[in-house]
């Protein structure tokens, strides 16, 4: 044996440094235990145990949406593998590129139903960009390297890389490849420039131009040339769940969020604009509700996207633009400058319509004297954090108003589960959130039924010293479906109601942290500002506030409805 | 409508599984696949026959490029092409069939490859409706076991998939 060589788990960890990664966050086991041992022998990135695989990956994704680079879980075989499967599912519905490591058992225990033996590469197929088993110590350098790059290139998604026990103690040299070329994926990056320059010309001669933005914006890290473009061509915007903060919430020119659950007036603009320009959203159900409705108004659609596969998937597109949205977006303001085209139509009169619609005043709630408003609690934190935190959230009615009410600026601020709608993610998120960014503030926004899917992930956040600040709006239901319930199942509200809730505040202090209960609306600010003070500052605070039981969120697009069949809260 | 799509991927372990995985994950229909090596050991060559409407192929084929081992994608009808499937199918050539069965199979241009007291074993290439109809053709009773490749595909003249 060459004295050069190092055992596979070595290679491992020397792939993981040589892609910069900071944070590894995993769980050891059985057929991962030669890797940690590695990982215990290096200092180059902080390995953060958790409590939980999920919340491992959950973690690393979150890591991953606010920074925008690969985030990194490893996992051991069989349960440690598919406890990690609704993370990685989770980030694969909303393109965050991450890698995952898991562990397998021995090679020549393969298909032996072997002691924690699963097959990963078979169960996690439909939820990854791409996948691999090693079968060669040869191949574990090579492999990682294509994980890495096919996970953040192209529509970005999780890859996991699965290394059986064996492999990881055989011993090979370790030669890092400078570049990987795969002659089956060429992510298409610059857009066609005929289409380009037909979208400009459709957008400056549209009389009611609309700007559709999602999460590729975030994930493309395009945001300053998206709100170029917008300011430039002076139409109005909304956003997806996915793509708030893609541009500043607080321009005149948004419209808020759009959807299931998105404003008034970004949802009838949406319907009534004359040319819309889709950029790195989807067109999915929960945007544009029925598909029959929305193309029953005519419109033409300009749709730019990374994924060919996105494009007239829902929707019939007309003029389709396949590329990285920073680049498309780039050849659009370019375009605009050079060509000094002016704006030949006033979009005085469509202003004019959409005022109309802002003046419903759709987001307006009525506070009460005795019960706090959810809604209030999300101002309230708005306005205590000055608009700058992270707010991650769970699923369900409070992600809904952690959207509506908590106006994003920036991008890669908002951290959620927009595509598989993960209840739990939040604990996590907030983890791996504030773990890359230790000295901004970091709200996770929840519910009583999500945060209790994740709950022991309070752990590590005493280990890791991390000064969360849970703001728990406790309303004692699912609160999303108990609004489904009381809207279309007559008010049976069947098994959403929980019964037997811990004590927060108890909790929270037997995991080591802060816990405050706040049950009055005048306690609302002072216990936020309390929870964000310097005295708090290095501490974990979980706020459990006592809200509204019937709160619903609106407006709200009915299952199967179209954008402009509404209800609003003063239809009930 | 019935499509015939041509494939060219990795030739790696659970590549097929992929392709497949993503036709029962998205709905899509599969008719009938095969899948087997090139020339070139590293890719295999698969054929998938499907049907959908315009849009639905048209997402079939998005599907099976973003896939990360599939090299290349032909859909053969959007251009002229050839297609083969090889049936192979026992009879019963009892003294009641014997001669009914060999005239079946010489109208269909097949060949008997197996021969016993009671029974023929035909092989038939063709088009898939050409297959079917020698199945039609004959007295059900008589047939006592049938396998198919699932169709084939190439493009005319000109028309080339590789790499």
Redesign the interface.
Known sequence: MNSNHISGAEIVIRCLHEEKVKFVFGYPGGAVLNIYDAVFQQNKFKHVLVRHEQAAVHAADAYSRSTGKVGVALVTSGPGATNAVTGIATAYMDSIPMVIISGQVPTYAIGQDAFQECDTVGITRPCVKHNFLVKDVKDIASTIKKAFYVASSGRPGPVLVDIPKDITAEKYEFNYPKSVHLRSYNPIIKGHSGQIKKALSLLLNAKKPMIYSGGGVVLGDASSQLTKFVRAIGAPITSTLMGLGGFPASDKQFLGMLGMHGTYEANMAMQECDVLLAVGARFDDRVIGNPEHFLSKPRTIIHIDIDPSSISKRVKIDIPIVGHVISVLTDLNDLLSKEKIKQNISLKHWFKEIDQWRSTNCLSFKNDKKLIKPQFVVQTLHQVTKGDAFITSDVGQHQMWAAQYYPFDKPRRWINSGGLGTMGVGLPYAMGTQLAHPDAMVACVTGEASIQMCIQELSTCKQFHLPIKIVNLNNRYMGMVRQWQEFFYGNRYAESYMEALPDFVKLAEAYGHVGMKIEKPSDVEPALKEAFSNKLKERLVFMDFITDQKENVFPMIPNGKGLSEMITAEDL | MRHIISLL??NE??AL??VS?LFS?RGYNIESLTVAPTEDASLSRMTIVTSGSD?II??II??L??L????KVLDLNDGKFIERELMIVKVKANAQYRDEMKRMCDIFRGRIIDVSDSSFTIEITGSSSKLDAYIESIDKAAILETVRTGASGIGRGDRILK?
């Open positions: 991927m990795e372990s659970g599984s992929r995985g994950a849009e048209e997402q998005k599907q490029n973003k990360i081992d599939v090299v790499v």
